[in-house]
């Protein structure tokens, strides 16, 4: 990949990878420094990358490794999160279904987490989060099925109703 190509690949991906991190992780802040970061990476090796070999997908799970990477030496040293020299970033207010979607999403397990962000906010098919995430196929599917109970269980405006017998139906 030349730097003509690179360049229309950063353009063309970098905010819908973000969005798929921010997902995954949570913070839209942190998100953003992964997927700078993982770009750098990319770019020190657009060489070797090219569109046949998925380089959104490559980017994409570099930040993910980052994020996971930087939220261990957070957990690990307890320093403050706040450690930047810049000012954050302000952006738009998200709407209140956006704050309940990321809010359920938090509540998930992260396999669950991410083969739901995976799928349906990066579009991938079942076949290609299974190869990104390193799982079967069918283990996908199991984690999307979970996910998606989940998130309607968590989603609803409904109460759940007690059944007789102590069971809850939402």
Do not use: N
Request: aromatic residues 6%.
């Amino acid at each position: 990949m030349d730097e003509v190509e690179f360049d229309d690949f950063y353009t063309t991906s970098y905010a819908r990878v973000v969005g798929q991190v921010y997902a995954m992780i949570g913070s839209r802040d942190e998100a953003e420094e992964c997927v700078q970061e993982a770009f750098v990476r990319a770019w020190a090796h657009r060489r070797s990358l090219d569109r046949a070999g998925h380089p959104e997908a490559w980017v994409r799970t570099t930040a993910y490794r980052l994020a996971v990477s930087r939220w261990r030496r957070v957990v690990k040293g307890r320093r403050p999160a706040d450690r930047a020299l810049s000012s954050p970033t302000t952006t738009a207010a998200p709407t209140e279904a956006h704050v309940a979607l990321v809010a359920a999403l938090k509540q998930l397990p992260e396999a669950q987490r991410r083969a739901l962000v995976l799928h349906h906010l990066a579009d991938l098919p079942v076949h290609e989060v299974a190869r990104e995430t390193g799982v079967p196929e069918g283990t996908v599917k199991a984690r999307l099925s979970r996910g998606r109970a989940a998130l309607a269980a968590l989603l609803t405006d409904t109460p759940p109703t007690t059944l007789p017998g102590g069971a809850t139906h939402a």
